[in-house]
């Protein structure tokens, strides 16, 4: 990170000065340095940086170099259409950490024969391609997805059982864990609470007291899917798993899209999404990807200045502080901070490395009040979470925690409450004759109002009868009762086969002359059908089952389990900073920045 930051700030001289390094006299004829010159430079640029002579001529090299093989790049590409790309590729893929990786490919190929080169050159047996944050797809071409000359392509590898420990051995790879994960909250999100949720659970999206939102099903859908995705990713981190992890993220990001600005701008998930991309980022030595972080951090800001407000006033309003949050904007500066020393700017660096700083000795909690509000029968998280929202305060945190609690169980007996009388609905709908499926969908729609149910109950059996009587043939009915079959088992098997007199008589032989219920009962017709769409919402198959347990176990029980940091990796991240920023004081004199 240091030689990224001398470069910086050496490009910023150059280009002050209008020096360009690939021409002579730094360069020569036949692309080999000019010594004379470079050392030079070296010489005039050391003391301003405060470092090396030697320090200097290497990085002047290092620019010098990237710039001829770029123009070389350039003539290739008008020449001949082959592209050069840099890859960056995972730490332990690399072979040398301090050279750049590139390799050159026509854009009009599919993006899989590039894979294929990369895990054959870099003896890596499974990869996915980023660029700008974007998970390039394999069976397109590298032209159609913005792919172009010199673009900075980000190698994750994924997970394979040489690579993960005996815990995670029997788990599918990556690509099968999104697929996976996918499948399992697109379960989830069809389903929209009418059946029983003990047997079939279903996922509701509520602000921040626990109360459900009402949202359309649309972006509802896409919701639930940014948001599992991102869980999912989230757990990944928790485990270390940053190349797998990012990709989840990366998946919540795209769905994230498909919600509307709106909706993105009352919820501060997408946020700490963008937060948690660019910490991947970090985690995986890729700060390079500049432009795509510096993007995502600036999204971060907008979004979490739309929710909690100028001041976070609104915040305030909602919750009564704003302790916890601050985590969040830790997190925030500290990766600014970071992408700031990346491109050179150390005093805009140390200005945020001094806001984080401020903030991390706020939050960071006191052992000792740990211990005592542990003692008091308060989990490590309640205590954590209570101190920083009552700045420190013993008192008032044990206070504030057993509140907490107060309200996630009265939300909880709210829930139970809602529960048994939905049950007792059922049973008395069910009483009148009407099946169970039909009455949970009915109540559903009727937002569990048992008169509204049962008039959309009544309305479907009425509308179902009439579609029944219209379509069957009392002829042919006749013809059956002639066979010596019952009338209701001959105007069901009339129905099921389409009015068929033989197909009919078949079913009927088939099953003794008796049908079952389910074949019996006539399809419901009223507003709580399924669409076709929902199709999938009642399915209880085993199958389904298992990826909705799976991708539910990723799902923290805590609604503020985000907001629980402890801070010891941003700990370690502020002194690897400080230890940089304070090698050697610059002469670069700092402009005073303001709060954004």
Same mark, same amino acid.
């Given at each position: 990170?240091? *030689?990224?930051?001398?470069?910086?700030?050496?490009?910023?001289?150059?280009?002050?000065?209008?020096?360009?390094?690939?021409?002579?006299?730094?360069?020569?004829? =036949?692309?080999?340095?000019?010594?004379?010159?470079?050392?030079?430079?070296?010489?005039?640029?050391? @003391?301003?940086?405060?470092?090396?002579?030697?320090?200097?001529?290497?990085?002047?090299?290092?620019?010098?170099?990237?710039?001829?093989?770029?123009?070389?790049?350039?003539?290739?590409?008008?020449?001949?259409?082959?592209?050069?790309?840099?890859?960056?590729?995972?730490?332990?893929?690399?072979?040398?950490?301090?050279?750049?990786?590139?390799?050159?490919?026509?854009? =009009?190929?599919?993006?899989?024969?590039?894979?294929?080169?990369?895990?054959?050159?870099?003896?890596?047996?499974?990869?996915?391609?980023?660029?700008?944050?974007?998970?390039?797809?394999?069976?397109?071409?590298?032209?159609?997805?913005?792919?172009?000359?010199?673009?900075?392509?980000?190698?994750?590898?994924?997970?394979?059982?040489?690579?993960?420990?005996?815990?995670?051995? *029997?788990?599918?790879?990556?690509?099968?864990?999104?697929?996976?994960?996918?499948?399992?909250?697109?379960?989830?999100?069809?389903?929209?609470?009418?059946?029983?949720?003990?047997?079939?659970?279903?996922?509701?999206?509520?602000?921040?007291?626990?109360? @459900?939102?009402?949202?359309?099903?649309?972006?509802?859908?896409?919701?639930?899917?940014?948001?599992?995705?991102?869980?999912?990713?989230?757990?990944?981190?928790?485990?270390?798993?940053?190349?797998?992890?990012?990709?989840?993220?990366?998946?919540?990001?795209?769905?994230?899209?498909? #919600?509307?600005?709106?909706?993105?701008?009352?919820?501060?998930?997408?946020?700490?999404?963008?937060?948690?991309?660019?910490? #991947?980022?970090?985690?995986?030595?890729?700060?390079?990807?500049?432009?795509?972080?510096?993007?995502?951090?600036?999204?971060?800001?907008?979004?979490?200045?739309? #929710?909690?407000?100028?001041?976070?006033?609104?915040?305030?309003?909602?919750?009564?502080?704003?302790?916890?949050?601050?985590?969040?904007?830790?997190?925030?500066?500290?990766?600014?901070?970071?992408?700031?020393?990346?491109?050179?700017?150390?005093?805009?660096?140390?200005?945020?490395?001094?806001?984080?700083?401020?903030?991390?000795?706020?939050?960071?909690?006191?052992? *000792?009040?740990?211990?005592?509000?542990?003692?008091?029968?308060?989990?490590?998280?309640?205590?954590?979470?209570?101190?920083?929202? #009552?700045?420190?305060?013993?008192?008032?945190?044990?206070?504030?925690?057993?509140?907490?609690?107060?309200?996630?169980?009265?939300?909880?007996?709210?829930?139970?409450?809602?529960?048994?009388?939905?049950?007792?609905? /059922?049973?008395?709908?069910?009483?009148?004759?009407?099946?169970?499926?039909?009455?949970?969908?009915?109540?559903?729609?009727?937002?569990?109002?048992?008169?509204?149910?049962?008039?959309?109950?009544?309305?479907?059996?009425?509308?179902?009868?009439?579609?029944?009587?219209?379509?069957?043939?009392?002829?042919?009915?006749?013809?059956?009762?002639?066979?010596?079959?019952?009338?209701?088992?001959?105007?069901?098997?009339?129905?099921?086969?389409?009015?068929?007199?033989?197909?009919?008589?078949?079913?009927?032989? =088939?099953?003794?002359?008796?049908?079952?219920?389910?074949?019996?009962? @006539?399809?419901?017709?009223?507003?709580?059908?399924?669409?076709?769409?929902?199709?999938?919402?009642?399915?209880?198959? @085993?199958?389904?089952?298992?990826?909705?347990?799976?991708?539910?176990?990723?799902?923290?029980?805590? *609604?503020?389990?985000?907001?629980?940091?402890?801070?010891?990796?941003?700990?370690?991240? /502020?002194?690897?900073?400080?230890?940089?920023?304070?090698?050697?004081?610059?002469?670069?004199?700092?402009?005073?920045?303001?709060?954004?």
């Amino acid at each position: 990170m240091t *030689e990224q930051n001398t470069q910086a700030k050496l490009k910023n001289l150059l280009k002050q000065e209008k020096i360009q390094l690939w021409n002579p006299p730094y360069t020569q004829e =036949d692309n080999q340095p000019g010594d004379q010159h470079i050392q030079e430079l070296a010489q005039r640029y050391a @003391p301003f940086l405060n470092l090396s002579v030697a320090e200097v001529g290497g990085a002047l090299e290092s620019i010098r170099a990237q710039a001829v093989k770029r123009g070389k790049g350039n003539r290739t590409f008008r020449e001949t259409s082959v592209a050069t790309l840099e890859l960056l590729l995972p730490r332990d893929a690399k072979k040398d950490s301090k050279r750049k990786n590139y390799m050159e490919t026509r854009l =009009d190929m599919p993006v899989q024969q590039l894979v294929d080169r990369i895990t054959e050159e870099f003896s890596l047996k499974h990869v996915k391609l980023i660029l700008n944050g974007r998970t390039l797809s394999v069976d397109k071409h590298l032209d159609e997805q913005g792919v172009k000359n010199h673009s900075k392509v980000m190698v994750l590898k994924v997970s394979d059982a040489e690579q993960i420990n005996k815990e995670e051995e *029997e788990k599918k790879n990556q690509n099968e864990s999104i697929q996976r994960t996918q499948k399992g909250f697109q379960i989830l999100s069809e389903r929209d609470g009418s059946e029983d949720p003990d047997t079939t659970p279903f996922l509701e999206i509520a602000d921040q007291k626990g109360n @459900p939102l009402k949202i359309p099903h649309k972006e509802k859908k896409a919701l639930i899917l940014a948001m599992g995705f991102h869980e999912k990713g989230r757990s990944l981190m928790k485990r270390k798993q940053y190349d797998n992890a990012l990709c989840h993220l990366l998946q919540a990001d795209q769905q994230f899209s498909e #919600c509307g600005s709106a909706l993105l701008s009352s919820v501060d998930n997408y946020a700490v999404l963008q937060l948690d991309i660019v910490w #991947c980022y970090w985690a995986q030595e890729a700060l390079s990807c500049l432009e795509d972080g510096r993007s995502r951090l600036q999204r971060a800001e907008e979004c979490f200045l739309k #929710c909690y407000g100028e001041q976070q006033q609104r915040l305030l309003m909602i919750k009564g502080n704003t302790g916890r949050e601050e985590v969040l904007f830790l997190r925030l500066y500290l990766l600014q901070s970071l992408l700031s020393y990346v491109e050179g700017n150390d005093c805009q660096a140390r200005v945020l490395l001094s806001k984080v700083e401020n903030l991390y000795g706020r939050l960071c909690p006191d052992s *000792e009040k740990m211990a005592q509000l542990m003692a008091l029968g308060f989990t490590e998280r309640e205590a954590r979470l209570g101190l920083r929202a #009552c700045g420190g305060d013993l008192q008032e945190a044990a206070i504030h925690i057993s509140n907490r609690r107060q309200e996630r169980e009265e939300v909880k007996q709210r829930e139970r409450q809602k529960r048994t009388a939905r049950m007792e609905a /059922i049973s008395s709908l069910m009483e009148l004759g009407f099946s169970r499926r039909d009455v949970a969908r009915a109540l559903h729609h009727a937002e569990g109002n048992v008169d509204k149910a049962y008039s959309i109950l009544l309305d479907s059996s009425q509308a179902a009868q009439t579609t029944l009587e219209d379509s069957v043939s009392p002829e042919k009915v006749e013809q059956l009762l002639y066979l010596g079959f019952e009338r209701e088992s001959a105007e069901a098997a009339l129905r099921l086969t389409g009015d068929d007199v033989q197909s009919a008589t078949q079913l009927l032989l =088939d099953n003794q002359g008796v049908l079952s219920p389910d074949l019996m009962s @006539p399809p419901s017709t009223s507003s709580p059908s399924p669409s076709s769409e929902d199709a999938s919402t009642s399915s209880t198959s @085993p199958e389904d089952s298992e990826l909705v347990n799976e991708v539910l176990e990723d799902i923290s029980r805590h *609604e503020e389990d985000y907001l629980d940091l402890s801070l010891e990796e941003e700990s370690e991240v /502020i002194s690897t900073l400080k230890t940089y920023l304070n090698r050697e004081p610059t002469h670069t004199p700092c402009e005073p920045l303001t709060d954004g």
